[in-house]
Nanobody, 124 residues
Framework: QVQLVESGGGLVHTGGSLRLSCAAS????????MGWFRQAPGKEREFVSC????????YYADSVKGRFTMSRDNAKSTVYLEMNSLNPEDTAVYYC?????????????????WGQGTQVTVSS
């Protein structure tokens, strides 16, 4: 059974930082592209970042570029999202997802497995 378990969310003030983690089990982790998405109240889920299977290349949404850094540790079957300079617009439930495809995708429907999400709230 595949499981993706996010952690590290919480409440921070504007300008603060958080580090999200997503631990995977039940799948050959190094064969999956991993992604982070987020969904704010009343909005559709949106792409945040993704990382290739080897971890050699990362992609970011324009809204987080330069502030967020995604990484992975294949030995630990875990991906991370380091979030800096947070602002209230970053408030959302953050989800990690796994994609077995050959090419990276920023489209959520391309991803095969999803975690339950972790809440990030940024106060002004």
């Amino acid at each position: 059974q595949v499981q993706l378990v996010e952690s590290g969310g919480g409440l921070v003030h504007t300008g603060g930082s958080l580090r999200l983690s997503c631990a995977a089990s039940g799948l050959p982790f190094n064969l999956y592209i991993m992604g982070w998405f987020r969904q704010a109240p009343g909005k559709e889920r949106e792409f945040v970042s993704c990382i290739t299977k080897s971890g050699g290349t990362t992609y970011y949404a324009d809204s987080v570029k330069g502030r967020f850094t995604m990484s992975r540790d294949n030995a630990k079957s875990t991906v991370y999202l380091e979030m800096n300079s947070l602002n209230p617009e970053d408030t959302a439930v953050y989800y990690c997802a796994a994609d077995s495809a050959f090419y990276v995708s920023q489209t959520d429907r391309e991803y095969d497995y999803w975690g339950q999400g972790t809440q990030v709230t940024v106060s002004s």
